[in-house]
């Protein structure tokens, strides 16, 4: 072959290369495209919800006190439709906490990391209270949640005004303390720091610290589905699952959070199931219905700590409307997810009233009758 021949050769090879490289390129990006085209008209069929759990027990959620028979419900969203949401989410079981012979003696070892020595009273077979002279703290021996209230006349005479911590300094001090309560893997989060003073024996919620003798931290817990975080939530929407109040003028560490209240039921996430749940349609359908459940029902700016008496509402606007899960302050088996109202009630005369109403999500179906 002459050098002619050669380079003819050459120039064929490489041309013969270039068009089977745009072919191959114009082939696959058709194929994509087809497939994409395809998928979007003929999606591929979702495996249906696993519903490992069989048949859940009905959801009873606590309302508060007021007549919501008669409200009339109006969208008020900032799209002006009802949210897009999933078809299906877990549930998850909460982990068994057998009653064992250890059970009373790990009680009492975390009474005792409070500072009680003297021996419980009984209130109920898994129900204990200690006191001291001026502290008394309820616990449920076998969850170990519990309660701690220290009398507030005392505290009020005690902690002058502007004496509560900087709010950094009650988060850290708190967290630390819960450290030592909660089980392993579970993790709470600081959601509010409020803070407050005690008046005539009463809590108060003030807004500045020079007014202030506690700082109150919440505390909720959130779970990631599918890269969707959805909070947590117990009975009262606008508190936390765990409170810590802590003050900044004490003898004694134990002397530092005066009032505890600790719910922390252990969430097992990797043993979740899904069930199939209400479209957001669906859900606002049943709003106002038989298992629709108020649990606030305040005046906006309202003190948490106070009780008010409802009035007549004349309609409620939903701004937001999302999915949750609920937490009971009773033992449940497992942990469900809600549909969370947000709206504001117009009352005669009076300011707007905030409300929130929680929906369980799940479809009706899969509840015992």
């Not at 701690?148 to 005392?154: I, P, S, V």
Request: charged letters at 20%; glycine letters at 6%; aromatic letters at 10%.
């Amino acid at each position: 072959m002459n050098l002619t021949q050669t380079a003819q050769f050459t120039r064929r090879a490489v041309a013969t290369t270039i068009v089977l490289v745009l072919a191959l390129t114009v082939g696959r990006v058709g194929w994509k495209t087809g497939v994409a085209v395809y998928r979007h008209f003929f999606p591929p069929q979702k495996p249906p919800p696993e519903v490992a759990f069989g048949k859940l027990p009905s959801q009873k959620i606590a309302a508060v006190d007021a007549d919501s028979s008669e409200w009339e419900y109006i969208l008020d969203t900032p799209t002006g439709r009802l949210p897009m949401t999933p078809d299906r989410l877990p549930v998850f079981p909460l982990a068994k906490v057998p009653a064992t012979p250890l059970t009373e003696q790990s009680a009492q070892i975390l009474a005792q990391s409070m500072g009680f020595s003297s021996a419980p009273q009984v209130l109920a077979p898994n129900e204990y209270r200690w006191n001291d002279s001026l502290r008394t703290l309820e616990m449920n021996i076998v969850s170990q949640n519990f309660s701690l209230k220290t009398n507030l006349n005392f505290l009020g005479v005690r902690l002058p005004l502007g004496t509560a911590p900087l709010e950094d300094s009650a988060e850290r001090a708190a967290s630390n303390l819960l450290s030592r309560f909660s089980p392993a893997g579970v993790t709470l989060s600081c959601r509010e720091v409020t803070f407050a003073r005690i008046q005539k024996g009463m809590l108060e919620r003030v807004e500045s610290i020079s007014q202030a003798q506690l700082v109150r931290v919440d505390f909720g817990k959130v779970i990631d589905v599918d890269n969707q975080v959805y909070q947590v939530y117990g009975p009262r929407p606008k508190e936390g699952l765990v409170q810590v109040y802590v003050i900044g003028v004490y003898r004694d560490p134990n002397e530092q959070f005066p009032l505890i209240n600790y719910q922390n039921w252990e969430i097992k996430t990797d043993e979740g199931s899904t069930y199939p749940i209400l479209s957001s349609t669906e859900a606002w359908q049943k709003l106002g219905g038989e298992g629709a459940a108020v649990v606030y029902f305040k005046p906006q700016e309202a003190d948490l700590y106070r009780d008010y008496s409802p009035p007549k509402v004349e309609k409620v606007r939903i701004q937001e409307i999302y999915l949750a899960y609920f937490e009971s302050q009773s033992p449940q088996k497992h942990l469900l997810p809600i549909f969370v109202f947000e709206g504001l009630a117009e009352v005669p005369n009076q300011k707007l009233w905030e409300v929130v109403v929680y929906l369980p999500a799940v479809a009706d179906a899969w509840f015992e009758n």
